[in-house]
C-alpha cells in the first residue's frame, strides 16, 4: 500500500525533534510582530513578551494561507511519490487554517484533513495517537486510520490556565470572556476548548502555585484519561517548583509517560508568559 504521512501545523507545539523523529511533517502558522511576518517557530518566545511590554499590545497571528498549503502539500509528493498525507489540523473555530488547507486541496488526490478542533496539547495528542497506531500497523489502510483519528477526537481534553491575563484579554479568542467582568485581571480562568472553541469554564484566584494544583486535580477528576499519556504545557516564565510539583502529582496518579510541552509562539501570543495547561485522551 502507499506510504502514510502525518501533517499538522506549528499551533500542536510538537518539538522539533518529536517531529523529526516521528516523520510529522509540520507547516507554520504566522505572527505578525513590528510590522514583520515571523513563522511560527522562528521567533523566540521571549521577543513576544519583550514586544508587550514595550507596546502593551499582542503581535497578531494569521493562519496557514492557501498558497503556503499548496505548496507543503505539494512538496510531500513530490518528495514521496504515492504517499497519502493525513492532515491533523488546528480547530476551524479558532483559526481560518483548516478552512485554508481544504481549498488547497480540492484539486489534489489523497489528502485526507481532519479537523482535530484542539490546539497545543490537544491537538498533539491526537497527533501522537496517530503516529502511535501507523507505527504499530504500517501497513492500515488510509481510511480505517481516519476512522480511528476522527473517534478520538472529541476524546482529547485540554484546559489550561494563562499566566497574563492582559495577554489573554487582548488577544479576544476567547468567546465568554466577557462574564469575568471587572476582575478580569484579578483572576486566572480557566479556559477548555469546547466544541472546537476556546471557552472559559471556570475561574481561579490565588497565586500560580496554587491554581495549577486545583486545574490539575479538578481535570483528572473530572476526565477518566488514558493513563499511557499525559501532556503538560507551560508557557515560559512558569516557575520550576510548579513544574516539579505537577510532575509528582503526574506520577501519583499513574501516568507512564509524563510529556512537558512549551508553547510556542502561536499559543504564546494569546496566553502570556508563565501559563499551565493539561492535555490527554479520555479512555
Not at 525533534?17 to 502558522?29: I, L, N, R, S
Not at 499590545?57 to 498558497?67: D, F, G, L, Y
Not at 485526507?112 to 497545543?120: E, F, H, M
Amino acid at each position: 500500500m502507499s506510504r502514510i504521512i502525518l501533517t499538522t501545523e506549528s499551533g500542536a507545539d510538537l518539538t522539533l525533534e518529536v517531529a523529526e523523529k516521528h516523520a510529522v511533517q509540520v507547516v507554520p502558522m504566522h505572527v505578525i510582530m513590528d510590522g514583520k511576518d515571523y513563522l511560527d517557530g522562528s521567533l523566540p518566545v521571549e521577543e513576544i513578551y519583550e514586544f508587550h511590554e514595550r507596546t502593551k499590545k499582542n503581535p497578531s497571528t494569521t493562519a496557514t494561507n492557501v498558497h503556503e498549503y499548496e505548496q507543503f502539500f505539494k512538496k510531500i509528493k513530490t518528495n514521496n511519490p504515492g504517499c497519502v498525507i493525513i492532515h491533523i489540523g488546528y480547530t476551524s473555530k479558532a483559526s481560518s487554517s483548516f478552512q485554508n488547507a481544504m481549498i488547497a486541496t480540492e484539486e489534489l488526490n489523497d489528502i485526507y484533513l481532519i479537523d482535530a478542533l484542539n490546539v497545543t496539547g490537544g491537538l498533539a495528542a491526537i497527533v501522537m495517537y496517530a503516529v502511535d497506531l501507523l507505527e504499530r500497523e504500517p501497513t492500515i489502510e488510509p481510511e480505517n486510520l481516519v476512522e480511528k483519528i476522527e473517534s478520538i477526537v472529541p476524546k482529547s481534553k485540554l484546559a489550561f490556565v494563562p499566566g497574563s491575563l492582559e495577554f489573554l484579554k487582548a488577544g479576544g479568542r476567547v468567546s465568554n470572556l466577557a462574564y469575568l467582568g471587572g476582575a478580569l485581571l484579578k483572576i486566572k480562568p480557566r479556559i477548555e476548548l469546547i466544541d472546537g472553541k476556546l471557552v472559559s469554564t471556570k475561574k481561579y484566584r490565588g497565586k500560580m502555585s496554587m491554581v495549577s494544583e486545583k486545574l490539575i486535580h479538578e481535570y483528572l477528576n473530572q476526565y477518566d484519561i488514558n493513563k499511557e499519556y499525559i501532556y503538560l504545557i507551560y508557557s515560559i516564565g512558569l516557575d520550576e517548583s510548579i513544574k516539579e510539583r505537577m510532575t509528582k502529582i503526574a506520577k501519583e496518579h499513574g501516568f507512564e509517560n509524563i510529556k512537558w510541552m512549551q508553547a510556542g509562539a502561536m499559543i504564546s501570543t494569546h496566553a502570556g508568559p508563565g501559563g499551565f495547561g493539561i492535555a490527554g485522551l479520555e479512555r
